[in-house]
Each structure stands twice: as C-alpha cells, then as structure tokens.
C-alpha cells in the first residue's frame, strides 16, 4: 500500500509518504483496553497506577501531531519547565519540579544520556523512533543512583513487529527548515528488528550563521525464547552541527562560531527465567559524547582581545553493567536484589587566543579524569489488597571519587474507587559532583577534591489523582 498525503499552511508545507506492505493494511480494532504498564518508576513492568507521579507520551501520538523534539513533548507534563537559550542548536536546559537542570536523569533504553553530574543539553533530542516517553516525577536515586533527584525521564525505542512495514516522511517549513525520516521494521515471531534515520536542519533565526544540522539513527533487535527468555539490543547515534552568531550581549555578530556534538550510545538487556518464581536480567550499556565549539577570527584585522581565536572539545564516556534478581514467591509481592558497576571518563582539551596588544599568545585548558562507582539496592512491590500497593526500596552506591552515599524511598498507592487513588512516598536522592568541581586546575576554575554529594529528602502528601 502506498499513500501520500499532503498538506498546506500558512508558512508551511508538509508532504508525508508512507509505505507498508500489504500485510499491514488490515485494520484490528482493540476489543478490550489493556492498562498502561510502567517501568521507569519500579524497574519492572509494572500495571499504573503506582506510588509515584508518573506520564507516558506515546512516540505515534507525538509524531502525528508534528512534535520532533523531546523538548516540546516535555513541555506538556506537569511539573516540567524548558528553557531555550536561543534557536536551533543553543543550549536547552529541562527543570523538573522547580529542581536545578542537573537534578534530572535522562535515560534512552536504560543509557544515561546526562554528563558526569547530572548535566544535559536536551535541545538536541528527537522523537523519531521512540515508542514512548516516560516521567516519573520525585526522587528515584534508590533505582537510578546519582543524579535523578527531582525526577527521571526515559526515552523507548520501537520494537520491531512480525510483519514488515516501512514508513517516509518529509516536510518542509520557515526558516529554511527541512526535515525527513525513513523506517524499516519486520522480524518473526521470536524476533523483531527496526531500522530508522533522519535529518532535520534549518537555517535558522538570524540571517547569518544561524544553520542547524541534525542527523539521527537507530536500531532495535529483539528475540524472545519459549521458555520466556529475552534479549534486545538498542543502538542510537547522533550528529548535531550549529551555528550561533551571537556575542555576550546577543547581538549577531560573528559568522564563524559553531558548536558540534556527536553522541552514540548502546545498550543490551538479557532476561531469563531461573525457576518457577526467579528470574535474572543482567543490563549493560556504553555511552560516548564528543561536544566542540571553534571560534575562529572573522577578518584578518580580527586579532586583539580575549579569545578572538578558540577551539574547545571534550570526550565522555559513561560504561555500566547491572545484574538483579527478581523473586515472585508470593503473586502479591516481588523482590528486586541488584547491584553493579558504571565507569565514568572525560578528556578535554582547550584553547583561547588573546592579545592585548603586546602579542598574540594561547591559553591551554586541557583536563583528564575518572570514576568508577559500584552499587548494590533491594526492592519490594507488594499488593497487600487488590486496591493497595506498596513499594519500598534502598540503594547504597559507592564512588571512588566521593566516597559511599546511601538512599532509600517509600511509598503506597490506594485506589479508592475506578479513577480516584490517592498516594503518598517519602524518600531520599543525591547529585554527584562534576569532574571539574571535583578536580579542574585552570586559572578559571579550581576543583575540591574533598566535595560531597548534594543529598536530598523529599515528602510527597497523599494526593488524590485520576
């Protein structure tokens, strides 16, 4: 089947071609409403409603509405405030339940996309090919470790399907924005496998330098056993190009500054079952980000000043493995048992030009350093009553930069009658220091090795919800 369906406005044209093949043109209607599961808040697939604040965007939704970024889904949960620093490509900060911008933990299939401490420019974010988006709103350290202090946000790829399918898109805008996608999809009935990639660039606001390029692509393999085994792998890569023309005050001046990032990340889940109530999973992933900014001189009269001539860039990479049992002994409760290991690594180099007027000389930043972290943490969900559920966890996570911090978190949910519950948790979350706080020695900027982890304590009252 083949349709193209086009659609004008003013300021925008838009052209989307789908292509699937003639399996996918049956049309099966749900005959009964399955409950959402969510997994961020407890790690486990679990039926909503739980003791937690949480929202589930769905990718379809989102695409059919036109949303490409992560950063404008976001914007409408409760709770979450953006804030843009400019057009395309300048740096977007995510603020959750009025916490700082790294105090909020970002996963895509289980791979933290956030830098040592939390930090994230989430400007830079698509939806193309997730499933879902899911937020979870409060502390959750005793889960995810460092850093997800008032909140974590996970992003889902696509599973693959039986039936093989494709899908094009293109559309066109102001600003000289462009924009497409293609996605393949099919499997079998043990496996499933999708493919996807797009670009979005853009001129820009001002009218000069202002360009943004940004390239993605994905993949996700599924296989699933008889015996209830599973493996996915995930695989995502980006490359983003800027321009920003403007100087301290805002004023578009330059027509050489550019920003560069280029993020791969990788992640595989391993589950099987190993007696009638014990099954084990075992997670690992790898993370690597290289950001730059270059600003070269704009005339050959351009040669007096502070940095006049710049190049800066740093590699970080985030690796981890996480293995947990998770014991159904009774059909009212689970016991979660982990534990694992996340090494962290950032090498930077910098270098500003500058002359006040008794020659041109450099000033050299350049900065190494790493972490390794171990961690080990229990849960327990348990449905007392059909209507009651209970959760409580701990998490001790040990650093060798910073030394051992421990949390903890309880919370219950009641369902007090169809569409009315009312919940309440209390618990504990940290934010680890940067690598700069912890060890830079430049003239700007003086690291203390002796810093401790930012710890917080929150209560959430009992409140009713739909």
């Known amino acids: 089947m083949k349709s193209l369906v086009c659609r004008a406005f003013p300021g925008l044209f838009a052209c989307l071609v789908a292509v699937s093949t003639a399996s996918a043109q049956r049309v099966v209607r749900d005959t009964a409403a399955l409950a959402d599961l969510v997994v961020t808040a407890t790690r486990l697939p679990t039926a909503a409603p739980v003791a937690a604040a949480t929202t589930v965007l ?50 895509l299939d289980g791979v933290p996309l956030n830098l040592p401490g939390g930090s994230l420019n989430i400007g830079d974010l698509t939806t193309d090919d997730l499933d879902r988006i899911e937020v979870v709103r409060g502390p959750v350290s005793v889960l995810y470790g460092a850093d997800a202090m008032s909140g ?14 494709g899908s094009l898109g293109v559309r066109r805008g102001t600003f000289g924005a462009r924009d497409w996608n293609a996605r393949v999809s099919g499997g079998s ?26 390239r993605v692509g994905s993949a996700r393999l599924d296989w699933r056993a008889a015996n209830g085994g599973a493996i996915a792998v995930t695989a995502r890569g980006g490359d983003v190009s800027a321009g920003y023309p403007t100087d301290f005050a805002g004023v578009p ?86 534990g694992g290991v996340e090494r962290e690594e950032i090498t ?31 849960q327990l969900l348990a449905t007392p009553h059909r209507n009651v559920s209970l959760q409580l966890g701990s998490r001790l996570d040990d650093n060798s930069a910073f030394g051992r911090f421990s949390t903890w978190r309880a919370g219950a949910s009641i369902q007090l009658r169809p569409g009315t519950r009312v919940w309440g948790a209390v618990g504990t979350a940290f934010k680890a220091p940067t690598f700069a706080e912890l060890f830079a020695a430049d003239p700007y900027e003086i690291g203390n090795p002796g810093l401790a982890p930012s710890g917080l304590e929150m209560r959430k009252s009992p409140w009713p919800g739909n």
């Open 58 to 107: 769905r990718g379809d939704d989102l695409r059919a509405r036109g949303v490409r970024l992560v950063q404008d889904a976001l914007r409408e949960v409760p709770g979450v405030a953006i804030v843009q620093n400019g057009s395309y490509g300048a740096v977007t900060s995510l603020f959750l339940r009025g916490g700082e911008s790294d105090y909020v933990k970002v996963l």
């Open 152 to 165: 974590v946000i996970q992003l889902f790829t696509r599973h693959g399907s039986a039936e093989r399918s």
């Open 189 to 214: 009935a043990q496996t499933g496998l999708s493919v996807a990639a797009s670009r979005f660039a853009s001129d820009g606001i001002y009218p000069f330098n202002s360009h943004y390029d940004n």
């Open 348 to 378: 930077s180099t910098g270098r500003t030009r500058q002359n006040y007027g008794g020659g041109a000389f450099d000033d050299a930043t350049d900065f190494s350093a790493d972490r390794n972290t171990r961690h080990a943490y229990a």
């Open 253 to 338: 001046v330059d027509r050489n500054q550019r920003t560069t990032e280029r993020r791969l990340s990788l992640g595989a889940e391993a589950s099987a079952p190993l007696g009638q109530s014990l099954t084990g999973t075992l997670q690992g992933f790898a993370s690597r980000l290289r950001a730059g900014a270059t600003n070269r001189s704009d005339t050959p009269t351009d040669t007096l000043g502070y940095g006049f001539d710049s190049d800066r860039s740093a590699v970080t990479w985030r690796r981890g493995i996480d293995g947990r049992l998770d014991w159904r002994r009774l059909p009212q409760a689970t016991l979660s048992i982990g």
